[in-house]
């Protein structure tokens, strides 16, 4: 059997953070939401930048997982857009960003 020469995945070459080699310069800056949509039931929204795939869902999702008071964490991947991430429970929108940002992507402001 030959192997065949491994190709990168199309996002990797196309600022998929999660998939793309790692660079020498730091992941851009977020901006806080200042607003975050949210409900009383403690459910907040955040338009959150820079996903691709899949795998950038994951580690979004990973991510903010990990917060304490992130109850539950949504992702609805919008490939080139700005992707809704819904979380649920009483982590603050200070912590979430940063975990957004710790990940790679941005967090927009409305």
Same mark, same amino acid.
């Given at each position: 059997? %030959?192997?065949?020469?491994?190709? @990168?995945?199309? +996002?990797?070459?196309? *600022?998929?953070?999660?998939?793309?080699? #790692? !660079?020498?310069? =730091? $992941? @851009? #800056?977020? &901006?806080?939401? #200042?607003? =975050?949509?949210?409900?009383? #039931?403690?459910? !907040? %929204? /955040?338009?959150?930048?820079? +996903?691709?795939?899949?795998?950038?869902?994951?580690?979004?999702?990973?991510?903010?997982?990990?917060?304490?008071?992130? *109850?539950?964490? &949504?992702?609805?991947?919008? $490939?080139?857009? $700005?992707?809704?991430?819904?979380?649920?429970? =009483?982590?603050?929108?200070?912590?979430?960003?940063?975990?957004?940002? $710790?990940?790679? /992507? &941005?967090?927009?402001?409305?």
């Amino acid at each position: 059997m %030959t192997e065949s020469p491994r190709t @990168p995945l199309p +996002m990797a070459t196309t *600022d998929c953070s999660c998939c793309a080699p #790692a !660079a020498d310069t =730091p $992941a @851009p #800056a977020g &901006r806080q939401s #200042a607003d =975050p949509t949210g409900t009383s #039931a403690g459910t !907040a %929204t /955040y338009q959150v930048e820079g +996903m691709t795939c899949e795998h950038c869902v994951g580690s979004v999702a990973e991510a903010v997982s990990a917060l304490d008071g992130a *109850d539950d964490v &949504r992702v609805e991947l919008v $490939a080139g857009g $700005a992707s809704p991430v819904t979380v649920t429970g =009483p982590a603050s929108a200070g912590a979430v960003q940063a975990a957004i940002e $710790a990940a790679g /992507y &941005r967090v927009l402001t409305h």
